[in-house]
């Protein structure tokens, strides 16, 4: 049995998490603010804390510091409805267990809590002091913004990884804003006084990438008339960041993986190595283990590259954070100096409803294109750019998606009826892959994998036995 303590001022909240907890077996106290949570503190041991940020008085994350002092050794899970990279940020840098993001389904609180006590020591062995300023962010890292489950996710595994000095690697479709990630992992690391070097692997000369990377001494090759540092010794004391790293030559990969693991480099043309110490962050909308399968890319170099991962949802899955995103590019087009404008509700459903092959990327060049053949006033359907040829609205609901695979099927036999028995064997065959590659492409995150399946993590976990 374990002492919990509930402070949130919401009292559907701590009766729920209070009849959660008691059925497991657990003593309960609640307390509606800071101030009563920490005369309950003084009174009584407490073996976890459940800590809403949006409290009267003082808020929750400026009273995590005086709650560790008050409860030493009880891990603090933090609660919020307005969920922000800079909140996940400082909750995590403050010593934080984990972050639920309100609504969170009972389920996924019972996982919380029973994770949390059961490495009650190691949480509190992590816990440290507050540090100031986390939430202060700049305009960059400003645009990684989102409200959905997905991109909550996303922010908790940059605010648990960005204080280490572990490898990265980053994953997504082209324009979900990769870069965002890694900019915000350096800002927030042991490294972000140091420089973040930027490669575009896609976008060298592949007969120059060596020497791009490596650097090289004079007449090391036609036309090298003067030595040149390489990116990785200019990366020394920050990091380094890889954009689409599946574009690595082979050749090159040899000498790279010896670079990062040795945290030396070879000019072209030269034997004496260089020191050079760097973190080293990642991205790629390939699927590299497909490519180390395939035998173009190095398997050792790809271990290498992933330590941890962060999958970056494609924008067709980030529902309302559609809206979030345009009423934001829409501001700082504002900003810029162009015309007061604003959305239509029809513009905005019908933004919703687009797929968005380029992602944040497409996004934001249509609401620049919008507000700008809107001149002033209402922004409306009209003013969007086309689709792009071929693009369809996606299925919105699950039964739409189960009507297009039964339809799929049905051309297939010529339209004959499709037996129930027939129909199920189909799914029994096609859903147990399925499982399994989502599965790989989140690196086994079972939350990052339901929201990608657009299904319920109880489904999920039914379905995995």
Request: aromatic share 6%.
């Given at each position: 049995?374990?002492?919990?303590?509930?402070?949130?001022?919401?009292?559907?909240?701590?009766?729920?998490?209070?009849?959660?907890?008691?059925?497991?077996?657990?003593?309960?106290?609640?307390?509606?603010?800071?101030?009563?949570?920490?005369?309950?503190?003084?009174?009584?041991?407490?073996?976890?804390?459940?800590?809403?940020?949006?409290?009267?008085?003082?808020?929750?994350?400026?009273?995590?510091?005086?709650?560790?002092?008050?409860?030493?050794?009880?891990?603090?899970?933090?609660?919020?409805?307005?969920?922000?990279?800079?909140?996940?940020?400082?909750?995590?840098?403050?010593?934080?267990?984990?972050?639920?993001?309100?609504?969170?389904?009972?389920?996924?609180?019972?996982?919380?809590?029973?994770?949390?006590?059961?490495?009650?020591?190691?949480?509190?062995?992590?816990?440290?002091?507050?540090?100031?300023?986390?939430?202060?962010?700049d305009a960059t890292e400003?645009?990684?913004?989102?409200?959905?489950?997905?991109?909550?996710?996303?922010?908790?595994?940059?605010?648990?990884?960005?204080?280490?000095?572990?490898?990265?690697?980053?994953?997504?479709?082209?324009?979900?804003?990769?870069?965002?990630?890694?900019?915000?992992?350096?800002?927030?690391?042991?490294?972000?006084?140091?420089?973040?070097?930027?490669?575009?692997?896609?976008?060298?000369?592949?007969?120059?990438?060596?020497?791009?990377?490596?650097?090289?001494?004079?007449?090391?090759?036609?036309?090298?008339?003067?030595?040149?540092?390489?990116?990785?010794?200019?990366?020394?004391?920050?990091?380094?960041?890889?954009?689409?790293?599946?574009?690595?030559?082979?050749?090159?990969?040899?000498?790279?993986?010896?670079?990062?693991?040795?945290?030396?480099?070879?000019?072209?043309?030269?034997?004496?190595?260089?020191?050079?110490?760097?973190?080293?962050?990642?991205?790629?909308?390939?699927?590299?283990?497909?490519?180390?399968?395939?035998?173009?890319?190095?398997?050792?170099?790809?271990?290498?590259?992933?330590?941890?991962?962060?999958?970056?949802?494609?924008?067709?899955?980030?529902?309302?954070?559609?809206?979030?995103?345009?009423?934001?590019?829409?501001?700082?087009?504002?900003?810029?100096?162009?015309?007061?404008?604003?959305?239509?509700?029809?513009?905005?459903?019908?933004?919703?409803?687009?797929?968005?092959?380029?992602n944040v990327r497409e996004?934001?060049?249509?609401?620049?294109?919008?507000?700008?053949?809107?001149?002033?006033?209402?922004?409306?359907?009209?003013?969007?750019?086309?689709?792009?040829?071929?693009?369809?609205?996606p299925a919105e609901t699950?039964?739409?998606?189960?009507?297009?695979?039964?339809?799929?099927?049905?051309?297939?036999?010529?339209?004959?009826?499709?037996?129930?028995?027939?129909?199920?064997?189909?799914?029994?065959?096609?859903?147990?892959?399925?499982?399994?590659?989502?599965?790989?492409?989140?690196?086994?995150?079972?939350?990052?994998?339901?929201?990608?399946?657009?299904?319920?993590?109880?489904?999920?976990?039914?379905?995995?036995?």
């Amino acid at each position: 049995m374990s002492h919990i303590l509930i402070v949130d001022d919401e009292e559907s909240i701590c009766w729920a998490l209070g009849r959660l907890a008691r059925e497991e077996g657990h003593q309960v106290q609640v307390a509606s603010s800071a101030e009563d949570a920490f005369e309950l503190a003084r009174q009584g041991r407490f073996d976890l804390v459940m800590l809403d940020v949006r409290l009267p008085g003082v808020d929750g994350l400026s009273a995590m510091a005086r709650l560790q002092e008050l409860a030493p050794g009880a891990p603090i899970v933090v609660m919020t409805a307005f969920g922000s990279l800079g909140t996940a940020v400082e909750a995590i840098r403050n010593g934080a267990f984990d972050y639920l993001t309100k609504p969170f389904d009972l389920e996924r609180a019972a996982e919380v809590i029973t994770r949390a006590l059961a490495q009650r020591q190691e949480s509190a062995d992590a816990s440290h002091a507050v540090e100031a300023g986390a939430e202060a962010a700049d305009a960059t890292e400003e645009e990684l913004i989102g409200a959905s489950p997905a991109m909550q996710e996303v922010f908790k595994r940059i605010a648990l990884v960005a204080p280490t000095s572990a490898a990265v690697l980053i994953t997504g479709e082209s324009g979900t804003g990769k870069e965002l990630v890694a900019r915000a992992i350096h800002r927030h690391s042991r490294e972000a006084a140091g420089p973040l070097v930027s490669v575009n692997l896609a976008a060298l000369n592949p007969t120059l990438v060596e020497s791009e990377l490596f650097g090289h001494v004079r007449g090391a090759f036609t036309g090298a008339d003067f030595a040149r540092q390489g990116l990785l010794e200019l990366a020394d004391g920050g990091a380094v960041f890889f954009d689409e790293a599946g574009d690595i030559p082979l050749p090159v990969q040899v000498k790279l993986l010896r670079a990062l693991e040795q945290r030396e480099v070879v000019p072209v043309g030269d034997t004496k190595p260089r020191r050079s110490t760097f973190r080293v962050i990642a991205a790629t909308h390939r699927n590299l283990r497909e490519e180390v399968r395939k035998g173009n890319f190095r398997e050792d170099l790809f271990f290498r590259l992933a330590v941890f991962e962060i999958h970056l949802p494609p924008l067709r899955e980030r529902g309302d954070d559609i809206a979030l995103l345009a009423e934001r590019f829409l501001q700082r087009f504002l900003r810029s100096g162009g015309a007061k404008v604003h959305f239509t509700g029809a513009a905005l459903d019908e933004l919703r409803r687009r797929p968005w092959p380029g992602n944040v990327r497409e996004l934001r060049n249509a609401v620049e294109h919008a507000a700008l053949l809107a001149r002033a006033g209402a922004i409306t359907p009209e003013h969007l750019p086309p689709r792009i040829a071929g693009q369809a609205p996606p299925a919105e609901t699950e039964e739409e998606l189960g009507r297009a695979v039964r339809n799929w099927t049905l051309e297939r036999l010529g339209g004959a009826s499709l037996p129930e028995n027939l129909y199920q064997q189909f799914l029994d065959q096609a859903e147990p892959p399925l499982l399994t590659a989502v599965l790989e492409r989140t690196s086994h995150n079972r939350v990052a994998a339901a929201n990608l399946l657009g299904i319920h993590r109880a489904t999920l976990r039914k379905k995995l036995g």
